[in-house]
């Protein structure tokens, strides 16, 4: 049974290709947006990974993550993010604890699969 992972981003084309290369390795779950994720969280519960991107409409990464964690603390949060993103708030995020990981876009998808492998494993 493969572990459930949930991709949150603004971008569909982004979310088609994660869901086509991880797939194989995780169950994923793909939200289009921060208000479809908390949607998703609250009718079908905790996800083990959260994955979000940093830049979308009305509410960024970083504060999606942060209100995820704050609810269900045993979630590991990875977000991808722009060099730029990292300095207003990811790396305070990733100090915090909050953070498992920050990930640089656009990110290999294998990349990506060792990242989430990684959150799973330090569950």
Same mark, same amino acid.
């Given at each position: 049974?493969?572990?459930?992972?949930?991709?949150?981003? /603004?971008?569909?084309?982004? &979310?088609?290709? *994660? @869901?086509?290369?991880?797939?194989? =390795?995780?169950?994923?779950?793909?939200?289009?947006?921060?208000?479809?994720?908390?949607?998703?969280?609250?009718?079908?519960?905790?996800?083990?990974?959260?994955?979000?991107?940093?830049?979308?409409?009305?509410? /960024?990464?970083?504060?999606? &993550?942060?209100? *995820? @964690?704050?609810?269900?603390?045993? =979630?590991?949060?990875?977000?991808?993010?722009?060099?730029?993103?990292?300095?207003?708030?990811?790396?305070?995020?990733?100090?915090?604890?909050?953070?498992?990981?920050?990930?640089?876009?656009?990110?290999?998808?294998?990349?990506?699969?060792?990242?989430?492998?990684?959150?799973?494993?330090?569950?």
């Amino acid at each position: 049974m493969n572990e459930r992972v949930l991709f949150v981003d /603004d971008e569909e084309s982004i &979310l088609k290709g *994660i @869901k086509l290369n991880l797939g194989r =390795t995780f169950d994923v779950t793909i939200a289009n947006g921060p208000e479809e994720a908390i949607e998703i969280i609250n009718e079908q519960g905790t996800f083990p990974v959260v994955v979000s991107d940093m830049r979308m409409p009305k509410v /960024d990464g970083a504060t999606l &993550l942060r209100t *995820i @964690k704050e609810h269900n603390p045993d =979630t590991m949060c990875i977000l991808l993010t722009g060099h730029a993103d990292f300095e207003f708030g990811g790396a305070e995020a990733l100090q915090s604890g909050m953070l498992f990981k920050i990930l640089n876009k656009p990110c290999p998808p294998e990349k990506l699969k060792v990242a989430v492998q990684a959150a799973l494993d330090a569950r």
